[in-house]
């Protein structure tokens, strides 16, 4: 069992920049993939950026948030982040952080196994 508690969330004008962290619970941290998703109203839930297990040698991320957003891990603390810059106000919406127990980063939101509560990024324009 994994549980993800994302936090760093809030109200930020275009053109700033928010740190989003994801705590989890657990002593195989290191061995799950993990992944950001970001739900807007009345949209459904989208990928934005995901990292592989262990060193984190892999990442990806959605056309709409490259050069912008960079996901990191640190295993030891066993926090992902997400580093978001040059926000949008596109880039409004509850972000989610998730944990897939294979080792691969994924783009798809039916392969995570473990979900956190999210947390709301406003971008005012």
């Known amino acids: 069992q994994v549980q993800l508690v994302e936090s760093g969330g809030g109200l930020v004008q275009a053109g700033g920049s928010l740190r989003l962290s994801c705590a989890a619970s657990?002593?195989?941290?290191?061995?799950?993939?993990m992944g950001w998703f970001r739900q807007a109203p009345g949209k459904e839930r989208e990928f934005v950026s995901s990292?592989?297990?262990?060193?984190?040698?892999?990442?990806y991320y959605a056309d709409s948030v490259r050069s912008r957003f960079t996901i990191s891990r640190d295993n030891a603390k066993k926090v992902v982040y997400l580093q978001m810059n040059t926000l949008k106000p596109e880039d409004t919406g509850v972000y989610y952080c998730?944990?897939?127990?294979?080792?691969?980063?994924?783009?798809?939101?039916?392969?995570?196994?473990?979900w956190g509560q999210g947390t709301q990024v406003t971008v005012s324009s």
């Open positions: 998730a944990a897939d127990s294979r080792a691969r980063a994924s783009i798809r939101y039916s392969e995570y196994d473990y």
């Open positions: 657990g002593r195989t941290f290191s061995n799950y993939a």
């Open positions: 990292i592989s297990a262990w060193s984190g040698g892999v990442t």
